[in-house]
């Protein structure tokens, strides 16, 4: 089951992640999040949070059309959003796509991108994306779909990622160690409309980008 999950940060246009929302189970919304999702026309499954950022306006409309809700203390040892999650999780999914995950704060921005890394451990796969990037995480090998031009970049999240061997990119790798720190992997290119990425030991953090992004 995939789960889709608005987070409070940034969306650029709405327009261009509606496509994530087409094969989803359910709609979660993390606290002010519930803007998102309501200004693209979507009535939330659930929304979770400590409730002291999202406006009356968009509480009003919770109310309005009977979303299901779950409030938490503001003191927490958890955000909004890995809560979101975590119900996801806990609802029966195996993905999970957040949208909004990224914003003006630096430290809630890279805690939602290392719940991929936690979460993966417990058996969800969790993506951030909005509408000309995603990120993801690469442990085995994938083929990623893209098309000319499309900009992929390998970032290690653990401290080397061993036997990077990469297929359909300008600048390949063959068998390569990516160590953590060093901007090795950044900003390779798509040769066709698939790439291939194998690794033999590590965690990469995977973010393609499409061509009218750059």
């Known amino acids: 089951m995939k789960a889709v999950?608005?987070?409070?940060?940034?969306?650029?246009?709405?327009?261009?992640v509606k496509k994530y929302l087409s094969c989803c189970s359910i709609v979660i919304c993390a606290d002010s999040g519930a803007r998102h999702a309501f200004n693209m026309g979507v009535v939330p499954d659930?929304?979770?949070?400590?409730?002291?950022?999202?406006?009356?306006?968009?509480?009003e409309k919770v109310q309005k059309w009977g979303v299901k809700k779950q409030n938490f203390p503001s003191e927490k040892d958890f955000t909004d959003t890995e809560l979101a999650v975590c119900e996801a999780l806990k609802l029966g999914a195996?993905?999970?796509l957040l949208l909004g995950g990224l914003g003006?704060?630096?430290?809630?921005?890279?805690?939602?991108?290392?719940?991929?890394?936690?979460?993966k451990q417990q058996g969800l796969e969790l993506k951030l994306a909005d509408g000309n990037w995603e990120m993801f995480l690469i442990d085995?090998?994938?083929?990623?779909?893209?098309?000319?031009?499309?900009?992929?970049?390998?970032?290690?999240?653990?401290?080397?990622v061993t036997g990077v061997t990469t297929e359909g990119l300008?600048?390949?790798?063959?068998?390569?160690?990516?160590?953590?720190?060093?901007?090795?992997?950044?900003?390779?290119?798509?040769?066709?409309?698939?790439?291939?990425?194998?690794?033999?030991?590590g965690l990469?953090?995977?973010?393609?980008?499409?061509?009218?992004?750059?």
Request: proline share 6%; charged share 25%; with cysteine.
């Open 204 to 214: 990469l953090l995977a973010v393609k980008c499409t061509e009218d992004e750059i």
């Open 5 to 16: 999950i608005f987070g409070g940060g940034d969306i650029e246009n709405y327009e261009k």
């Open 170 to 201: 300008y600048y390949p790798l063959k068998g390569e160690t990516l160590l953590m720190g060093p901007a090795r992997g950044i900003s390779n290119v798509f040769l066709t409309s698939a790439a291939k990425v194998e690794i033999e030991q």
């Open 140 to 160: 085995e090998p994938v083929e990623i779909e893209g098309k000319e031009g499309d900009i992929l970049s390998l970032v290690p999240i653990t401290p080397k």
């Open 94 to 96: 195996d993905e999970a």
């Open 104 to 119: 003006n704060r630096p430290d809630h921005s890279l805690a939602n991108i290392f719940l991929m890394v936690s979460f």
């Open 46 to 59: 659930l929304l979770v949070g400590d409730m002291d950022s999202i406006s009356p306006a968009d509480m």
